[in-house]
């Protein structure tokens, strides 16, 4: 037993000079990064949930959420500001990096961080209520809407001070906006930083207010760890860009056109089921006027048409003229927000482009039909042969390299030898007639 004993304490020194220095401390203290770009999404507000789940799984020190977004629905962003105002890690939102923008529903998601900063050259405000498809609201609505609004940002920026939720409530109340300076003079943010090492810098000794209390930040040699969105959550956040909505909308359509004009395929179907489902996905979450629905269903419906009868492009032609009107009403109202329309010069270019390619297919569909048929027995009508027996009428012929049963359609008998024209196919029998240069 003892020298047992004896060999675990040679063992454990062993691996205790093996092992590298600090390999027994605690883990390294880490700072959660958050990075979120465009409109307010469900797959923003799922990355959001995520990474504060993680960061509280993990114990971080705190999470940054670096924010850059035009605003979203109310619905939204309440839900992102439950979950940053119930985390259990403190929460920094952080405006950047320059250039950016904390607009609209933006504004109350930053001061509902524990901690709010901005870069330099960062805009925060234009907090004004409006639809879901961005029209104006009727007055009642419109009074209701701003004063919730106004009562959650004086809640959230009450510990700031006056001028802070002055400013807080004009940016609903007038939709006024503000620079990252004018916010910071005012106390409507707490720290003005030009990177995230230069927030962790200022954020040292921080003291935030956390539900269970107060907590004082210890950002010194924080580790930066990056939470990375998902392929799904970069995708469904892709689609918020109504450019890549349409074009989704274009191949699909098209995809589907071409399977319906050559069916027996599956791969033309199947990438325009799945642009369409992505591109349906997308119009839920863009401000959109679904009176241009009616022009793109319209579209469809006369390339359909003009694949299944063609009228020499006339119905395509209309069907391209219908798609460009749906796609400019459906995405470019007048009450849809400027970073929400689509390019003009890409709809024109997508319907010219859709125009070709059914011009293309409907020539090569007439052309097809005129071709003579190619294969089966019809096919040996006017191939030429030779008679392997006389034909006087019937007898024995070779077509296309086998031999046939033959009847003769003139009057005088074909001698053997001579060469002979199908005519007519009855069954397994030809009819057959005496070639001559004139005949052919």
């Not at 205790?16 to 507000?45: F, W």
């Not at 509280?56 to 940054?64: H, K, M, N, S, Y």
């Amino acid at each position: 037993m003892h020298r047992v004993r004896k060999g675990l304490s040679w063992l454990a020194l062993g691996l205790a000079l093996l092992l590298p220095p600090g390999a027994h401390a605690q883990p390294e203290r880490a700072a959660m990064l958050l990075t979120t770009r465009g409109p307010l999404t469900p797959a923003m507000a799922e990355y959001i949930d995520r990474g504060l789940a993680s960061a509280a799984e993990e114990q971080a020190e705190l999470v940054i959420l670096q924010l850059d977004t035009p605003g979203g629905s109310v619905d939204l962003m309440n839900r992102m500001v439950q979950s940053i105002r119930g985390s259990r890690v403190p929460v920094v939102v952080y405006v950047a990096p320059r250039g950016a923008i904390a607009g609209s529903a933006g504004t109350v998601i930053t001061l509902a961080g524990h901690v709010a900063a901005m870069a330099p050259e960062t805009a925060i405000g234009a907090a004004s209520p409006v639809g879901l498809q961005g029209e104006d609201l009727g007055e009642t609505i419109e009074t209701k809407q701003k004063e919730i609004l106004k009562a959650t940002v004086r809640s959230l920026a009450g510990r700031r001070g006056e001028q802070a939720v002055a400013l807080a409530e004009s940016t609903i109340e007038a939709a006024k906006a503000a620079s990252a300076q004018e916010a910071l003079e005012v106390g409507l943010i707490d720290i003005m930083a030009n990177d995230v090492q230069d927030l962790l810098r200022q954020l040292d000794g921080v003291v935030v207010q956390m539900p269970e209390g107060e907590r004082t930040l210890h950002t010194t040699d924080l580790t930066i760890v990056e939470v990375e969105q998902t392929f799904i959550e970069r995708l469904l956040q892709a689609l918020t860009n109504p450019n890549i909505v349409f074009l989704l909308l274009t191949v699909g359509v098209q995809a589907l056109l071409i399977e319906i004009s050559s069916p027996g395929g599956w791969v033309a179907g199947f990438i325009g089921v799945v642009c369409l489902a992505l591109g349906v996905y997308g119009l839920g979450v863009l401000p959109v006027n679904w009176v241009g629905l009616i022009f793109l269903a319209t579209a469809f419906v006369l390339f359909v048409m003009d694949v299944k009868a063609p009228t020499h492009g006339a119905l395509t032609a209309a069907g391209v003229v219908s798609f460009i009107v749906g796609a400019l009403v459906l995405f470019n109202s007048s009450n849809t927000p400027a970073f929400q329309r689509v390019s003009v010069p890409l709809v024109v270019g997508a319907g010219l482009l859709t125009a070709g390619l059914f011009f293309a297919v409907l020539t090569f569909a007439l052309r097809a039909q005129r071709r003579p048929v190619a294969v089966g027995t019809e096919a040996l009508i006017g191939r030429v042969g030779e008679a392997r027996s006389e034909l006087s009428p019937s007898g024995t012929v070779q077509v296309a390299g086998e031999l046939w049963t033959a009847e003769s359609e003139g009057e005088k008998p074909i001698p053997k030898g001579a060469r002979i024209e199908v005519i007519g196919v009855e069954g397994l029998r030809l009819r057959v007639r005496q070639w001559s240069k004139q005949s052919s």
